[in-house]
Nanobody, 114 residues
Framework: QVQLVESGGGLVQPGGSLKLSCVAS????????VGWYRRAPGKERELVAD???????KYVDSVKGRFTISRDNAKNTVYLQMNSLKPEDTAVYFC????????WGQGTQVTVSS
């Protein structure tokens, strides 16, 4: 079974930064897409960012210029660097990986507040 474990969430002030990590139980190069979704209170789940096996990235408009997704194949890890955080970024962030199926992590809480 594929397991994804997120870490790096926490409480930060507006304008601060966090780096999320997602470690897979096996090689991530077999996945066509890896990335991050988030679910905020009162909002629909949304795709934040993803990256293909070839390194192509995409982002939801609200985080462009602030968030960066990357992958380290040797470490079986996907990262989400989040800068200039805003209160509206508060959400549970979920890692996912997709090939013929979709696999999900358990989520990590990000709270942006003074």
């Amino acid at each position: 079974q594929v397991q994804l474990v997120e870490s790096g969430g926490g409480l930060v002030q507006p304008g601060g930064s966090l780096k999320l990590s997602c470690v897979a139980s096996g090689s991530i190069i077999r996945f066509n897409f890896v990335g991050w979704y988030r679910r905020a209170p009162g909002k629909e789940r949304e795709l934040v960012a993803d990256i293909t096996s070839g390194g192509t990235t995409k982002y939801v408009d609200s985080v462009k210029g602030r968030f960066t997704i990357s992958r380290d194949n040797a470490k079986n890890t996907v990262y989400l660097q989040m800068n200039s955080l805003k209160p509206e970024d508060t959400a549970v962030y979920f890692c996912y990986a997709q090939n013929m199926a979709v696999y999900w992590g358990q989520g990590t809480q990000v709270t942006v507040s003074s």
